[in-house]
């Protein structure tokens, strides 16, 4: 017997808003459902993911999800939840985005199950051939302009300006709905809690163009999740470098992994609902043995298993789990020496050339002028005065051996002929490369 999809919205807290109907119509039949994504990036990224996992739910509760990429609204921009016009792509940029896009969504969703198998569509498939004169009178003739101002994605813009591009977002992903329910069947549309308003644009031009809300042979249905937030209501999804990315080239696995392991205990019940594919009685198991022993983290490393392991694959989860033990190993000396170079290449590394190293005057110069980011901005320490302070309070060990001297020259046997382990307090570590 299948799980009963809302349901297992409800107990996740997976579930904001929806037409009424819709239960009822997921418990009559398999139907099929959809979720928009834009390619304004080469790769998604985990605020992504809790619409992402809408969708695996479905299909496990055996339904059958579709994953719409936007070739053609990704021209546009949704100005849902922004200040300011976005800048448009290039149809080649876009182009590469949708194909990164697919290979990401394949590896959440089933696209061999039988009748309810994932399927994948571009709304530039629909529109490329659509004149701007066939849009209006297919499209514009069903909406009144009243009814268009009243969603919140247009009211917010209104003071600052919206341009008539952006103003007609909601009629393009409309009817995309409509294509869809016309053409594949799809009966409801879901998305994130800020969709609601383009989400029931495309429910009402079905209901308008197929012959009014009594007909049930023509109902239409909309389903939101709520935005997902730090228990102290900031905006969940981001790292101190910007967004956390499911590219493995753009947020590495060790990042990934290391982004869910430092989530706060208050935010994990709710993470472990949104983004795990564990059942409830296993995470409220978690959430009693976390609760006996805070200080294992458990409720974090079950949570940056499972998502890591999907998003990337078990051999990336174990390599990452081994690099991150290894850091925090009272012998992180020896293992260090001992450990595969696979390991060592997922840390993130901090790349310093060898001449300016062996050119360097002393450790304080090192710490404060070589160790800087890919835009060349300082990691640990600002300035030399802040780099001499902190040796001087006896906070700054290089390879495990505490630095006392700010004026100390550049005399460290090198871990594996190259690297450096740089401590800063108890808790930051980074790992020096010299190429």
């Known amino acids: 017997m299948q799980t ?31 979720i928009g994504f834009d390619p304004t990036a080469a790769s998604l990224h985990i605020g992504n993911l809790a619409t992402i996992m809408l969708l695996k739910h479905f299909q496990l509760c055996g339904h059958k999800p579709f994953a719409l990429v936007g070739g053609a609204t ?13 800048e448009f792509l290039s149809e080649e940029t876009l182009r590469f985005n949708q194909d990164s896009i ?12 039988g009748e309810n198998s994932a399927e994948m569509v571009n709304n530039y498939d629909w529109f490329k051939e659509f004149s701007f004169l066939d849009f209006l009178r297919e499209g ?23 341009s008539f591009t952006e103003f007609s ?8 709905f409509y294509w869809l329910y016309k053409n594949k069947n799809v009966r409801l549309q879901m998305g994130g809690s800020d ?16 012959g009014g809300a009594d007909e049930i042979e023509h109902k239409a249905f909309a389903l939101t999740t709520p935005l997902v937030t730090k228990a102290d209501g900031t905006k969940f ?13 753009m947020t590495t696995p060790y990042q990934f992994y290391q982004f869910w392991l430092n989530t706060a205990d208050s935010d994990c019940p709710r993470l472990l609902r949104v983004f795990t594919l564990y059942n409830q009685q296993t995470i409220e198991a978690l959430e009693a043995e976390h609760a006996e022993a805070p200080h294992l983290r458990i409720m974090q490393k079950a949570l ?18 081994q690099a991150s033990e290894l850091l925090f190993d009272k012998n992180v000396i020896e293992q260090f020496e001992q450990v595969d170079a696979q390991v060592v290449e997922a840390l993130d590394l901090i790349k310093v050339k060898k001449d300016d190293y062996s050119n360097c005057a002393n450790i304080t110069d090192f710490l404060a002028t070589l160790i800087l980011d890919e835009k060349g901005e300082p990691i640990i320490f600002k300035s030399k005065g802040e780099t001499r302070k902190a040796i001087q309070a006896n906070s700054v060990s290089i390879n495990k051996q505490k630095v006392t001297d700010p004026n100390k020259t550049l005399e460290f046997t090198l871990l594996r002929g190259n690297y450096l382990i740089v401590n800063h307090g108890k808790q930051k570590v980074y790992i020096i490369q010299l190429v």
Request: net charge neutral; aromatic share 8%; hydrophobic share 30%.
């Open 195 to 210: 969709q609601w308003g383009n989400i029931t644009t495309g429910t009402e031009i079905i209901r308008r163009k197929e």
């Open 74 to 86: 990704g021209m546009i921009g949704d100005p849902s939840g922004k200040a300011a016009e976005r």
């Open 169 to 176: 977002y909601q009629l393009l992903q409309g009817y995309d």
């Open 140 to 162: 514009g003739k069903y909406l009144s302009v009243n009814y268009m101002m009243s969603k919140d994605s247009v009211k917010k813009r209104l003071e600052t300006g919206i």
């Open 102 to 113: 697919k290979k990401q969504l394949e590896k959440f969703l089933d696209f061999n199950a």
């Open 237 to 249: 999804g981001k790292s101190e470098s910007g967004n956390v990315w499911l590219d493995p080239a």
């Open 4 to 34: 009963n999809f809302i349901e297992e919205l409800r107990w996740r807290g997976m579930l904001h808003d929806m037409m009424p109907g819709t239960e009822e119509q997921l418990s009559k039949e398999i139907t099929a459902a959809y």
């Open 304 to 321: 940056a298993k499972d998502v890591t392991t999907r998003v990337h694959s078990e051999k990336d989860y174990q390599i990452v789990k």
